[in-house]
């Protein structure tokens, strides 16, 4: 079955602190894994993305980690603030086509 | 903020009942995916729709159904709605077709309640 399985469930950061999310996936035959951030009431936004040629990828605050081999990746979010408050959701596709995503993690940045 | 809109924002419906969803893609996107996003729950694909026709389909039953029209504009339809049926919907626009590598951006989604 096509599963993502990200944890945890939910976060505390201090700001300032490093926020760390965790996907695992099952199916070899996905090739595209980005990271989603969504707000309430709006919808999925993309944050960063990778392919499952290059270990890791960063842009700004934000690093994707990927372990082919143990097929997990992770989202580091450096300096975390508290605009960075939001659920975060992995994902996986085939071909940039169906997103399967995972179950989403609840950050809160406290000030 | 994306240019994929969604409308009604919000809409209440009875078991049994039928009902359309309507999305506006961004300009100049071809491709367009609908999902189903229950409460806590992260989205679910339910179809993807290119040059008008439905090109590739998620574990949701014929009941759903969707159109694309010659503009990008896109419907999903609904029959014999159930309480599960409750979510959050989100539409998804990308360029360069289904297997291009461009970006889905997402619109804010219609939250239909099934009562």
């Known amino acids: 079955q096509q599963q993502v399985k990200q944890s945890p469930q939910s976060l505390i950061v201090q700001k300032g602190g490093i926020s760390i999310i965790n996907c695992a996936y099952e199916n070899t035959a996905f090739d595209y894994f980005p990271w989603y951030q969504q707000f309430p009431g709006k919808g999925p936004a993309l944050l960063i993305a990778i392919r499952p040629d290059v270990s890791e990828k960063k842009e700004g605050r934000f690093t994707i980690s990927f372990n082919k081999s143990a097929k997990q990746f992770s989202l580091h979010i450096m300096d975390s603030q508290p605009g960075d408050s939001a659920t975060y959701f992995c994902a996986a596709s085939t071909g940039f086509q169906k997103l399967v995503f995972g179950t989403g993690t609840r950050l809160l940045v406290s000030p | 903020e994306t240019g994929v809109t969604q409308s009604p924002t919000h809409l209440i419906k009875t078991r049994g009942q039928q009902v359309t969803l309507r999305c506006s893609s961004q300009s100049g996107h071809n491709t367009v995916s609908w999902y189903q996003q229950a409460l806590g729950q992260g989205p679910q694909f339910i179809f993807q729709?290119?040059?008008?026709?439905?090109?590739g389909r998620g574990n949701f039953p014929p009941r759903f159904s969707g159109l694309q029209f010659p503009n990008y504009s896109s419907e999903l339809n609904v029959n014999a709605l159930e309480l599960d049926d409750s979510a959050l919907y989100l539409c998804?626009?990308?360029?360069?077709?289904?297997?291009?590598?461009?970006?889905?951006?997402f619109g804010p989604g219609t939250r239909l309640t099934v009562l």
């Open positions: 998804a626009s990308k360029a360069g077709g289904p297997t291009g590598t461009d970006t889905q951006y």
């Open positions: 729709y290119y040059r008008e026709e439905e090109n």
